[in-house]
């Protein structure tokens, strides 16, 4: 088998092992020279004294001919699933190696057993079945063996064409075809539909909106919201209506797991349901509701799920938390306390996943930092705590400006830490098995824009009560000035900080390094377009002295819209384009 990599191949084959992710062990590497042509000679054997534990543990042994003529390679696991996963490190090393594997021998397992991504396709951007199927193999490839597709309103249940026409939803074929290749790349599809919160598009449905807690603007963490949001869960109708989706949702799924969602029902209690407040506690409305979902799905057999914010919101009141329920604890800051909340689920004997962020929502470029310290804590509190698994979560809020390169970057890292998170990721391997770079560069350099408005992040917005710079929480600078999330307080007046920022996003261009993929330098160009226009304009805004690059902003301003339809169309599908094409529209004229 031929290096993928010809120009490159000699400083691939002279380099250590690129895996990704990190082995826990590699012994005894020799660059001898063995057949790569030559196919392993595979063992269950569960008794195996070098094995480790785990169900997903393998041994992978590669040794020169002249040492082991008739097997130069040879693979003991478990498990099927070890055997899975030692052929695709064996995959990992033929890419590197070409023709010409080292001398080794491996012994691996994971960190954690469960190892998911979560991708959200209700926020505009529905994939294509010819993306989620390639994507989903790369996923498979890094030993990702957890799947989600976060859905509000794009499944395109029977009944309700008139909430989903539009969306280019997921059909119930597309689904059973998605599963069908899961099931053979041994990963676990998860049925997703939140029931209670985050259901406007539903809600705003003639024919639905009378379940709605309410229609009228209610708080939101101190930002003021327009309803509608969540079902009202004192209406005798709610129940009912979600019970008959999850029916038809669930047959599509082999698994038996099914994430209800019903995170941030903050509406609740503000509306329609205020009166239930005199006699019960918000945790207990929340949870009576939930808890008809948990017994509905548990009768059918499922396991069911749901994001812990409301019983994490009330940990005294944690023994009247729905049961059964895996609790998905979520935060997507550096200082986010999973270990105090893991600790805290742990202790009551309540079984929970970490739920982190790609942070690449609300960014553009990334919020490299952010991330790379909110998935540290994830991990650390998985293992110490023993969590259930690990589910890293992609979000699509504004309409899903961020190109799909950021995002893969970040579950490349997720996919390294959750299976050995005592090995530093190394950007060279993300290179090579995500992105097909021989130069090995493209990693590092998507570290460094992920951060080139750090420091605009970092004194955030000005808090008019403390009269402190506090940091900014959950978008990048240059997004939220182009697009304001409507939380209090002001960003950075100073102009010099943005054009800083625009300078740095200049220098990232003129350092790009050049990958044999077309579509990849499509979509870095254009995310340094859109990222270099918001940070002129912010600049702009806070002083005239840069009216100088106005040519520069109308140029960028004419060619960004006709990209970002473009790259789209390549890897999503027509439904919310026209949305997200707005949304872009409004942050690129409007000067807020």
Known sequence: MASYFSDSSDMLRSSPPLLLPAPQRIDAFNPAITSSSTMPIEHIAPHHPDLPASSQGYCLNITPHKHHASHPITI????????????????????????????????????????????????????????????????????????????????????????????????????????????QLNIELVANQNCFGHMSRWLTNPALAPLAETHN?????????????????????????????????????SSNRINLGCDETLDVGQGRSAHALQSQSPLSIWSTFVQQL?????????????????????????????????????????????????????????????????????????????????????VSAAVTHNAQGLLMTNWGDC??????????????????????????????????????????????????????DAELRSTGRFDPASSNQLPLNNAGAIFEDACPSGAAGQLQPDPQPWRDCYQQLSALADSMPATPNPVLTDQLTHTLNLAKLLALKAARKRSLHFASHNKTIRDLSRRIPHDHRRLWLMTSRFGSLPESAAILARMIHDEN
């Not at 939101?220 to 009912?240: A, V, W």
Request: aromatic share 8%.
């Open 76 to 183: 003991f696991a478990k498990t099927s699933v070890g055997l899975t996963h030692a052929r695709r490190t064996l995959h990992q090393l033929r890419v590197q190696y070409g023709d010409a594997l080292p001398s080794l021998r491996i012994i691996d397992w994971p960190a954690l057993q469960n190892r998911g991504v979560m991708l959200d396709i209700s926020r505009t951007r529905v994939p294509t079945m010819q993306n989620l199927l390639s994507r989903t193999r790369l996923l498979a490839s890094l030993k990702i063996n957890h799947l989600q597709l976060y859905t509000e309103h794009t499944f395109a249940y029977r009944n309700w064409q008139s909430v989903w026409q539009g969306a280019s939803p997921i059909t119930h074929q597309q689904i059973r075809t998605l599963d069908q290749l899961c099931c």
């Open 399 to 452: 309409g899903h400006l961020q190109q799909q390169p950021i995002e893969d970057h970040a579950l490349a890292h997720t996919a390294a830490l959750s299976w050995n998170p005592d090995q530093a990721v190394d950007p060279s391997a993300i290179s090579l098995h995500v992105f097909n770079d021989p130069s090995l560069k493209i990693s590092t350099w998507l570290d460094k824009l992920g951060d080139a």
């Open 294 to 378: 948990v017994d509905h799905v548990v009768d059918s057999e499922h396991t069911p799920m749901a994001w812990a914010d409301m019983p994490l919101s009330h940990i005294d009141q944690l023994h009247h938390a729905p049961k059964p329920v895996e609790w998905m604890v979520w935060n997507y800051e550096a200082n986010a306390p999973f270990d105090n909340w893991c600790k805290t689920l742990h202790n009551a004997g309540l079984p929970f996943w970490v739920c982190p962020g790609t942070s690449a929502w609300r960014s553009i470029i990334g919020r490299t930092s952010v991330r790379q310290a909110n998935l540290n804590c994830a």
């Open 217 to 253: 603007t209610f708080d939101f963490l101190g930002i003021t919201r327009q309803g509608p949001m969540s079902l009202c869960p004192t209406d005798p109708h709610s129940i009912p209506f979600v019970c008959a989706l999850l029916d038809e949702l669930l047959p599509c799924f």
